[in-house]
């Protein structure tokens, strides 16, 4: 019987004790038996290094920052530890399927496909949902598409570290909050994706998190990764057509931004820089409306 590949899970934490005991134990339950956690704590001043270690499992390998650093640095650090074929990452506040890892290895078996998703539970409290259509589907080769809209929870990624090992640099650390997007839509360039449209994560959504509470920050940071991909495709020209997509929406967005903190200065010059299409005139339309904040974020979907 054929040796099975090991696969490296990152779990960075900082306070993560809430749910930390329900996250871990998702990875023990997996039917799939060889794989490393990579757990990375991010100076923690709760009770998440005596919940680790209670496990008393050798694939549990504990490492602790000398200081508290970004996300997207920490991710780094952790995934300069690893040792499988392939890796993934488990916030430690959600949960995976116990068959996660056996149906997401399997689209592997295609050579060309150097990372893997699938669908997701966005849970709370008071709700869940299908990240993704039930019906949905995906072009294997999306780097246009993921630039033009990024569509992929990372909690659902699994990458093949082959490919990782292809790129010029991995996690690119200037980035907090967008770094997984920055990752993937360069692999993307590189390999082919494959979907398994079953949910095989659970998402916690919550309040704290970095996506609800650094709005601004992910615009910024947008700024700075649509400028870095732009310094390898200049003559490309489907890229271009990708490029002034990914800017209008992200126009919107600031505008978005701006209307909350009620600059409407901001907003006005914003406005000028979008294209002319049924989409602007409605946003420009509804910022006089006073049911505007919920039209952005449930009709425009501009949230990152």
């Not at 998190?209 to 615009?219: A, H, R, T």
Request: aromatic residues 14%; contains cysteine.
């Amino acid at each position: 019987m054929q040796k099975q590949k090991k696969v490296s899970i990152i779990m960075n934490c900082h306070n993560g004790e809430k749910y930390l005991n329900e996250s871990l134990n998702s990875v023990i339950n997996q039917n799939y038996k060889n794989w490393e956690v990579i757990f990375f704590d991010n100076c923690s001043t709760d009770k998440s290094h005596r919940i680790c270690k209670k496990f008393k499992d050798k694939r549990i390998k504990y490492f602790r920052s000398k200081k508290k650093i970004q996300l997207g640095l920490a991710r780094k650090k952790a995934l300069s530890k690893v040792t499988g074929d392939f890796i993934t990452f488990l916030d430690v506040d959600d949960l995976w399927n116990k068959n996660k890892l056996i149906k997401q290895l399997k689209p592997f078996e295609d050579k060309s496909v150097g990372f893997c998703i699938s669908n997701s539970i966005f849970f709370n409290e008071n709700k869940k949902k299908h990240f993704y259509d039930k019906d949905k589907n995906f072009k294997k080769k999306v780097f246009y598409d993921l630039i033009e809209n990024y569509f992929i929870s990372f909690d659902t990624v699994i990458i093949k570290r082959k490919f990782l090992k292809k790129l010029s640099h991995t996690i690119d650390d200037r980035f907090n909050v967008i770094h997984d997007m920055d990752l993937l839509v360069r692999l993307s360039a590189i390999c082919e994706m494959s979907y398994v449209p079953l949910p095989l994560s659970k998402w916690r959504m919550s309040i704290e998190s970095d996506s609800f509470n650094k709005f601004k920050q992910i615009i910024q940071e947008k700024k700075i990764f649509i400028k870095k991909i732009t310094q390898n495709n200049k003559k490309n020209k489907r890229f271009l057509i990708s490029k002034e997509k990914f800017i209008d929406i992200l126009i919107r967005q600031e505008i978005f931004f701006y209307i909350s903190k009620k600059n409407y200065s901001k907003v006005f010059k914003l406005i000028g820089k979008l294209k002319i299409n049924l989409k602007n005139i409605f946003l420009f339309i509804i910022i006089f409306l006073p049911f505007k904040k919920y039209i952005y974020n449930n009709i425009l979907n501009l949230k990152y």
